[in-house]
C-alpha cells in the first residue's frame, strides 16, 4: 500500500470515528434531557453553542447560558421520552460536521400529555477532542396534545403547545415537499 493510499485510509478510518462519535453525542442529548442530567449538559455542547427553534421561541446562545435555558423548560415539564429515530451525519472535515436528525418525544407540559415530531438541524464541532453540538435548530412536524393527534397531520397548523397554533415547520416547508406539490396538487 502506497503512502497515498494509507493517508486516505486513515482519512476514511477518522471520518467514521467521527460519525461515531457523534452518534452517540445524539443519543446521549436525548438521554440527558430526559434524565434531567444538568451535569452532563455543558459536555454536550461547544462554548459558544447556539440552540433556535423554526417557530421562534427557542434563542439560546453560550454553554453557561444554554444550563439555564434548560433549567427553565425542564420546570415546564414532568416526564419525558425522546426517541432518535433518523441520522443523516455528515464529516466536513477534521473538526467540522453537520447533521440532520429526525425523532421524536413524549412529553407531559404543562399538565398535558403530548407527543412531538422533530427535525434538529446540527452543525458539530470537536472541541477539547470531543465532539460537540455547536449549532442545534429544532423544527417541529407537530407538538401537540395526545387527544389531538389521531387527525393532526390533516392540518398545516400543527404546533399546538404554546397556546396559539402555529403552522407546522417540516415536511411542507421543505424544498422537494413544495417541488412535488407543484408537480401533483391535492
Not at 21 to 34: K, T
Not at 107 to 112: K, T
Not at 134 to 162: S, W
Amino acid at each position: 500500500m502506497s503512502g497515498d493510499e494509507l493517508g486516505a485510509l486513515k482519512q476514511r478510518l477518522e471520518a467514521v470515528e467521527a460519525e461515531l462519535e457523534i452518534r452517540n453525542l445524539v443519543a446521549r442529548y436525548a438521554r440527558v434531557m430526559d434524565d434531567r442530567d444538568m451535569d452532563v449538559i455543558p459536555s454536550l455542547f461547544t462554548r459558544d453553542a447556539h440552540v433556535t427553534s423554526g417557530d421562534g421561541v427557542m434563542d439560546a446562545k453560550g454553554r453557561d447560558f444554554l444550563i439555564d435555558f434548560y433549567e427553565g423548560r425542564f420546570k415546564l415539564l414532568g416526564a419525558t421520552h425522546h426517541f432518535v429515530y433518523g441520522m443523516e451525519i455528515a464529516i466536513d472535515g477534521p473538526t467540522t460536521a453537520h447533521g440532520l436528525i429526525s425523532g421524536a418525544a413524549e412529553v407531559f407540559r404543562n399538565g398535558i400529555q403530548q407527543v412531538v415530531a422533530l427535525r434538529y438541524e446540527d452543525k458539530y464541532e470537536k472541541e477539547d477532542g470531543s465532539w460537540r453540538i455547536a449549532h442545534r435548530h429544532m423544527l417541529y412536524c407537530y407538538y401537540v396534545p395526545v387527544d389531538q393527534f389521531p387527525t393532526i397531520l390533516g392540518k398545516l397548523e400543527r404546533n399546538l403547545t404554546y397556546g396559539k397554533p402555529i403552522a407546522a415547520d417540516f415536511p411542507e416547508n421543505t424544498a422537494a415537499f413544495k417541488k412535488y406539490m407543484s408537480r401533483h396538487p391535492a
